[in-house]
């Protein structure tokens, strides 16, 4: 019997973003802050940033909350482009 392989671009959650969490989110700014699975610290800024999922609107987010993200290069080196929320865990 053959052993299926896994695709290794694909997340815990079972799509193509990285995992990460809020840690840090800066409203009077528009700014935010994802750290990512290896420690790394990735700013946002709300107005740029494109939310899928959950979540509608960039003041909606919480820190602590575990988020998809992509990422992309600006005029201010490398931010977080993209952030995908997912429901709640079920317990």
Request: charged share 25%; glycine share 10%.
């Amino acid at each position: 019997m053959v052993e299926e392989e896994k695709n290794p671009l694909i997340s815990p959650r079972g799509d193509f973003y990285h995992q990460g969490v809020i840690t840090k989110l800066f409203p009077s700014n528009n700014t935010g802050v994802v750290r990512t699975e290896s420690g790394r610290e990735l700013a946002f800024s709300y107005e740029l940033v494109i939310l899928y999922g959950e979540v509608r609107s960039p003041l909606d987010l919480k820190v602590g909350e575990q988020v998809g993200y992509d990422l992309g290069w600006t005029s201010s080196g490398l931010r977080v482009t993209k952030i995908k929320t997912y429901p709640p865990i079920a317990n």
